[in-house]
């Protein structure tokens, strides 16, 4: 992808797979604006990229409306447009049965993964209406199209349900202002929250086999879909649901 003079707002930059979207389009050339909660973390990440011009590091909680204003209005005096938003940032909960959890459970997953991303599009489609043109992706999952037997993730699936439909109503919605709305839904991606879990290496292996492409993804797997979703080459591909998951909703 050539995103020469593109400013593009990663959500959720400091975790394992908004760093590598983060690298991705700045390596595609974009003026990246990297936005999480740890400002530290990003300030250490930032420190990778050689031309520091083309970044803008913020601090933010997208659970928060005024924290969400202040991205927008940082992003517009830094770089004076928007044309990219990866709705990258989420949570997940430790699996639990259902009938366990209460609204302190479920409130973190439906402020972070559902209501954050609605704050965050809300606040670029004026933008993006104003220069007729932009690309937003979100960040789904596999579990928001299918459970899994014996991982109770029921609150979470419904989130990345949502973010599926939201997804596609945006695209009929602001398709005619020529904005591009599409869903990457992955499975399981290797990120350190996964790493303990991958340590033993007979259980690493069952889950590898569990794949056609015997792997598990990476965060770099989905860093590329973001890209070719962001390129001219997906130009007239809005309203999708790509599964990032090495084939395995292809067999289940």
């Known amino acids: 992808m050539n995103a020469n003079d593109l400013v593009a707002i990663v959500t959720g930059a400091g975790g394992g797979v908004g760093q590598a979207i983060s690298k991705r389009l700045y390596a595609d050339g974009a003026k990246l604006v990297m936005v999480g909660r740890d400002l530290s973390r990003l300030n250490s990440f930032a420190r990778e990229f050689e031309d520091q011009n083309r970044l803008l590091p913020i601090k933010a909680d997208i659970t928060r409306e005024t924290d969400v204003i202040n991205i927008i209005e940082q992003t517009l005096s830094a770089f004076d447009r928007i044309n990219i938003l990866i709705n990258s940032a989420g949570t997940i909960n430790e699996p639990k049965p259902f009938h366990l959890m209460n609204e302190d459970d479920w409130a973190p997953l439906i402020e972070t993964n559902l209501v954050g991303t609605l704050r965050t599009t809300r606040s670029v489609l004026p933008i993006m209406m104003e220069a007729k043109a932009g690309n937003i992706v979100n960040i789904s999952s596999l579990l928001g199209l299918r459970a899994i037997p014996r991982v109770p993730l029921s609150v979470y699936g419904v989130t990345k349900a949502a973010i599926i439909m939201f997804t596609k109503s945006i695209a009929v919605e602001?398709?005619?202002?020529?904005?591009?709305?599409?869903?990457?839904?992955?499975?399981?991606?290797?990120?350190?929250?996964?790493?303990?879990?991958?340590?033993?290496?007979?259980?690493?292996?069952?889950?590898e086999s569990t794949f056609p492409l015997r792997r598990i993804g990476t965060a770099e797997d989905i860093a590329g879909a973001v890209s070719y979703l962001c390129s001219r080459d997906a130009n007239w591909i809005t309203g999708v649901v790509l599964t990032v998951d090495g084939g395995i909703s292809a067999k289940q």
């Open 174 to 207: 602001y398709g005619p202002h020529g904005i591009h709305c599409n869903c990457i839904a992955p499975s399981t991606i290797r990120t350190q929250s996964i790493e303990p879990y991958l340590e033993d290496e007979e259980a690493r292996t069952t889950l």
